[in-house]
């Protein structure tokens, strides 16, 4: 039997996707350990207050590692990532609230590995386990009442596991900014990267590589590649000792190998194993990203990325090939280096799961995590679907649109539905069209998004990635207004019912294109940046020289920063805003929000601003994600009028 449609307006459709199951369906999955044995993965958990609980799955079965209060998140970098580690059934992780590193046995409690944090915070991450010398090796950050934080490669002895003392060792210093280390197999080589302002690590890296002795000390380090050009991904080596990288020196982040045999000839240059048109690299935001892996001896597997698009595929002889597997979108690849491999993957009709398969065996799909259904059928599900359209200076931008979708409803033929671009951060992020219920809500109540990947997203190549640089608050608005209108000359959406929302960067795009056009008639901004200047002087270490690639040098620019300044232009503004903003935000200080609000009162422009006690850079907790959504909902509906007839 046919259902009947009900005819309403758009917006104003009765949608299945409440914005409390939407925060019930935003368990982020993250920090992925694979071992011989187990595979330990994070849970970002909005019910319990946004904690990263530890989940272990062995033998088919599935355990909580660790119960609540013990939260696995650090803030080294404020991303943090990198938190965990897991070796046979023992995990090793980095607490929250306290800063330290702990060990847990199977079946015992957590032990302290580090000394207790006394003065200014103390962070570690990136946590890697060196068994030939019974430590961990990780990323210290290191806080002082005066200056910005120190950063170190240190080790981290296992010996408190057996009633030893604490004991950290300094293994390299001096550095802005480390990452990324790797152990050889035989525990000889110790390989990392650095960088220093005013690089970001996608900008320009150095990969470095030094022996270690039978006593883990290790030796004079030797530059192996890297510049301020260069930006190196992922070292790590495979089970024969080489030293395999991805590097974007040809455009592309390509995944190339250099033989232990040429560690300390700089002259050999390394063999580059994927020489084809796709990113097989991605900017490190935060710590432990992994796109490649050697699943059995021998044998690589890597995800890539082409157009908006991921895959995974074989590495062998020069040449990639893509194994299928329904998913396009795909982080955190890892092995257990028995032939399976195990990845985070989303699909346009499926949230993020973690899933298993063995390319060589049967390539049967196996999920291991446990997943909220949602009250949506698959007749309500609208997938993105990716659009290239025109922008300025003869660019070509790109997006996922999204057009409403609810099978109970029908729209009034004379209308177009109300639109909403949608801003990713970073800037260098991008946008991909794995199922997400943070769109679904939107689309199952008779609203379109486009979830533009302006110039500056990472997936198209480097020189992609940098038409942004010096340029920010420019092409990134030019690409999101070009997108509304040319959804609107198709006729898919309402030329006269734009919202622009984003958060942190996003947010910043979102007022810039408020501030200095007039494409649009509402605007939300979650965590937004307003004011340049303030940004380059008040955030942290890791991004507190960004804006020198964005903007220009500070304060040798500060006219570019005050010209692109949403702040300084609010006056410009003549449609309503509405700001959501985490009062312990130390990336996007809530002051940036709150000037805003301020300037725009100062002018009689309609706007909200809501804020959340004990909450950072986003939004963990479920019932503020429910407020957030259902606030903004209201926002627009009353915007625009949408209401039921």
Same mark, same amino acid.
């Given at each position: ?16 996707? @409440? ?36 989940? $272990? ?58 000394? #207790? ?13 060196? *068994? &030939? ?46 990452? @990324? ?32 002795? =039978? ?6 380090? +030797? ?43 700089? $002259? ?10 796709? #990113? /097989? ?42 194994? $299928? ?27 993020? $799961?973690?899933?298993? /398969?063995?390319?060589?065996?049967? @390539?049967?799909?196996?999920?291991? &995590? ?42 009034f033929e004379t209308e177009s539905p109300p639109l909403i671009v949608k801003i990713h951060g970073g800037p260098t992020g991008c946008a991909g &069209? ?11 109540? %008779? ?5 533009? &990947?302006? %110039? ?22 030019? =690409? ?18 734009? +919202?622009?929302?984003?958060? @942190? +960067?996003?947010?910043? !795009? ?20 307003? =004011?340049? #200047?303030?940004?380059?002087?008040? !955030? ?7 804006? =020198? ?7 040798? *620019? ?20 509405? /700001?959501?903003?985490?009062? #312990? ?10 000037l805003m609000v301020a300037a725009l009162n100062e002018n009689n422009i309609p706007n909200e601003y809501i804020t959340f006690e004990g909450e ?22 009353? !915007? ?6």
């Amino acid at each position: 039997m046919t259902m009947e449609k009900k005819r309403a307006a758009y917006g104003a459709w009765k949608s299945p996707l @409440s914005g409390d199951a939407v925060a019930k369906a935003s368990i982020r999955l993250s920090e992925l350990s694979v071992t011989s044995s187990s595979v330990f993965w994070g849970e970002v958990r909005p019910n319990e207050g946004g904690r990263t609980a530890i989940v $272990e799955w062995h033998e088919g079965e599935r355990f909580e590692r660790l119960a609540s209060p013990w939260n696995v998140r650090t803030r080294v970098h404020e991303y943090g990532g990198g938190a965990m580690v897991a070796s046979n059934r023992d995990l090793y992780f980095s607490h929250f609230s306290d800063g330290r590193v702990y060990g847990q046995a199977w079946g015992k409690a957590p032990v302290a590995l580090t000394p #207790e944090i006394k003065g200014p915070r103390v962070g570690f991450a990136d946590l890697k386990v060196d *068994r &030939n010398h019974n430590r961990l090796i990780a990323v210290r950050e290191s806080h002082r009442e005066d200056g910005e934080p120190t950063a170190a490669l240190v080790s981290i002895s296992l010996a408190p596991l057996s009633g030893g003392l604490p004991k950290i060792d300094i293994l390299a210093q001096g550095e802005d900014f480390y990452a @990324s280390p790797a152990i050889s197999p035989d525990g000889r080589h110790l390989a990392w990267l650095t960088w220093s302002h005013p690089n970001m690590p996608w900008d320009g890296t150095e990969l470095w590589l030094a022996d270690m002795d =039978d006593k883990g000390h290790v030796g004079t380090p +030797a530059l192996i590649t890297g510049s301020q050009e260069e930006s190196i991904f992922q070292p790590g080596f495979d089970t024969e000792g080489h030293l395999i990288f991805a590097t974007d020196r040809s455009d592309w982040w390509h995944l190339v190998r250099k033989q232990k045999a040429d560690f300390h000839r700089p $002259e050999v240059e390394p063999e580059d194993l994927t020489p084809i048109d796709a #990113e /097989f690299g991605l900017p490190q935001w935060v710590f432990g990203m992994s796109t490649w892996v050697e699943f059995e001896p021998g044998k690589l597997a890597s995800a890539y990325t082409q157009n908006g698009q991921w895959y995974v595929g074989r590495v062998a002889d020069g040449a990639v090939t893509t194994y $299928e597997v329904p998913y396009s979108t795909i982080d955190a690849i890892r092995s257990d280096g028995k032939g399976n491999i195990y990845f985070i993957g989303g699909s346009p009709t499926k949230a993020r $799961e973690l899933v298993s /398969f063995n390319p060589t065996d049967d @390539s049967t799909i196996r999920i291991l &995590n446990e997943t909220q259904p949602l009250p949506l059928e698959d007749e309500c599900v609208s997938c993105g679907v990716p659009v290239s359209f025109p922008s300025a200076d003869q660019r070509l931008a790109h997006a996922f649109f999204y057009a409403p979708q609810n099978n109970r409803y029908a729209h009034f033929e004379t209308e177009s539905p109300p639109l909403i671009v949608k801003i990713h951060g970073g800037p260098t992020g991008c946008a991909g &069209n794995a199922f997400d219920p943070g769109i679904q809500f939107w689309t199952t109540r %008779g609203f379109a998004v486009v979830d533009v &990947n302006y %110039g500056g997203s990472t997936g198209y190549g480097r020189a992609y990635r940098e038409t942004l640089k010096g340029n920010w608050g420019i092409v990134d608005v030019e =690409d999101c207004v070009a997108a509304a209108e040319y959804l609107s000359k198709n006729g898919h959406v309402d030329p006269k019912r734009r +919202a622009i929302r984003g958060g @942190s +960067a996003g947010g910043y !795009t979102t007022l810039a294109a408020l501030a200095f056009t007039d494409a649009f008639q509402a605007g939300a901004s979650h965590f937004g940046v307003a =004011d340049l #200047e303030a940004l380059a002087r008040d !955030t942290h270490k890791f991004e507190s020289r960004y804006l =020198d690639g964005l903007v220009g040098p500070y304060p040798e *620019r500060k006219d570019l920063y005050q010209a692109r300044a949403p702040l300084n232009s609010a006056h410009k503004i003549q449609c309503p805003v509405i /700001f959501f903003q985490g009062l #312990e935000d130390k990336v996007v200080p809530p002051n940036q929000a709150e000037l805003m609000v301020a300037a725009l009162n100062e002018n009689n422009i309609p706007n909200e601003y809501i804020t959340f006690e004990g909450e950072g850079h986003g939004f963990r907790r479920a019932e503020n994600i429910v407020t957030a959504l259902e606030t903004e909902l209201r926002f627009y509906q009353q !915007t625009f009028g949408l209401t039921d007839p």
